[in-house]
């Protein structure tokens, strides 16, 4: 079965730091990988996807992502963070046709 | 205008009740979903509908009761609630499914379920 690991509970970073959310992979075959943010309150937001192509992937609020193949990963990254990227970050893996299996959810901290 | 809406927002209610929550999507999707989400933030898959068909049912106790009148509603009903039914429930939805499954998901609010 595919699922997706977030080793980190919590990241704290400064604002204006660049930032790292961590997020491994195990799937049989071609991984098809997601990052979702939630705010408070909130359901989740679609961040970005990876199917195939450049291993770095852009997406929304300026985050980015990357398909790491040898190391099994797919690490959120943002080059500058904002005190409004704090909120809870799940990284998914697409299972079988119809289904994302998500991790646990790393939540984001920055501190002015 | 709200692209995923679920009522009731937030729902309390005795063990033994039974309750329903209702979703619907006015994005013309196919594809429609309940997800659990417990206190420790864990995300578990529930139901899945495609066009008003039920497509996937995971490993949930048979007091949930998904109902699907139309491919842009998706209501979910819980006989017999128990404490540990407790979460937040996420209705969400996605343009195909299958083969055509893109895994981008549009969710809505969640509706706080507390049973007492």
């Known amino acids: 079965a595919q699922s997706v690991a977030q080793p980190e509970d919590q990241v704290n970073v400064a604002e204006g730091n660049p930032l790292t959310v961590k997020c491994t992979y195990s799937?049989?075959?071609?991984?098809?990988l997601f990052w979702y943010v939630q705010y408070p309150n909130r359901g989740l937001q679609f961040l970005l996807k990876?199917?195939?192509?450049?291993?770095l992937v852009k997406g929304s609020y300026g985050f980015e992502a990357e398909f790491n193949k040898s190391q099994t990963s797919f690490h959120l990254k943002k080059p500058s963070a904002l005190v409004s990227d704090s909120a809870l970050y799940f990284c998914?893996?697409?299972?079988?046709?119809?289904?994302?299996?998500f991790g646990t959810g790393t939540r984001l901290q920055v501190f002015p | 205008d709200t692209a995923v809406s679920q009522t009731p927002k937030y729902l309390v209610t005795q063990m033994g009740n039974d309750k329903s929550i209702k979703c619907e999507q006015n994005?013309?999707?196919?594809?429609m979903y309940w997800y659990k989400q417990d206190s420790k933030k864990f995300l578990k898959i529930m139901f899945s509908?495609?066009?008003?068909?039920?497509?996937i049912n995971e490993t949930v106790p048979n007091r949930f009761s998904p109902k699907s009148p139309d491919k842009a509603h998706l209501n979910l009903h819980i006989n017999s609630l128990e404490l540990g039914d407790s979460a937040v429930y996420f209705c969400?939805?996605?343009?195909?499914?299958?083969?055509?499954?893109?895994?981008?998901?549009?969710f809505g609010e969640g509706s706080r379920l507390t049973v007492l």
């Open positions: 799937v049989s075959g071609n991984p098809y």
């Open positions: 998914a893996v697409r299972d079988g046709t119809d289904k994302l299996i």
């Open positions: 990876y199917i195939t192509g450049d291993n």
């Open positions: 994005l013309g999707h196919d594809t």
């Open positions: 509908y495609n066009n008003k068909e039920l497509i």
């Open positions: 969400a939805s996605s343009l195909a499914a299958g083969t055509s499954f893109t895994g981008e998901l549009f």
